[in-house]
Nanobody, 114 residues
Framework: QVQLVVSGGGLVQPGGSLRLSCAAS????????MGWYRQAPGKQRELVAT???????NYADSVKGRFTISRDDASNTMTLQMNSLKPEDTAVYYC????????WGQGTQVTVSS
């Protein structure tokens, strides 16, 4: 049974930083693409960043230059370093991995507010 455990998140002031982690376990197949998504109140879930098994990354325009996605295949862990956070980054953040099928982790709240 695949489990994705998300950690990190919380309340931070504008301009601050947070780090999210997503640890996957129980996958029968190797993990190809890993990604972070977010959903703000009243809005659709949107892609934040993805990273392939080869290390290729893709970012939403709104986070380019501020967020960095990375992965550690030895531990099946993915992280999202978020810097220069803005109030519009406030959302519930989710991780997703593709390992044969697609699996979602539980969401973690990120609130950027003074």
């Amino acid at each position: 049974q695949v489990q994705l455990v998300v950690s990190g998140g919380g309340l931070v002031q504008p301009g601050g930083s947070l780090r999210l982690s997503c640890a996957a376990s129980g996958t029968r197949f190797s993990i190809s693409v890993m990604g972070w998504y977010r959903q703000a109140p009243g809005k659709q879930r949107e892609l934040v960043a993805t990273i392939t098994g080869g290390g290729s990354t893709n970012y939403a325009d709104s986070v380019k230059g501020r967020f960095t996605i990375s992965r550690d295949d030895a531990s099946n862990t993915m992280t999202l370093q978020m810097n220069s956070l803005k109030p519009e980054d406030t959302a519930v953040y989710y991780c997703k991995v593709r390992a044969g099928y697609e699996y979602w982790g539980q969401g973690t709240q990120v609130t950027v507010s003074s």
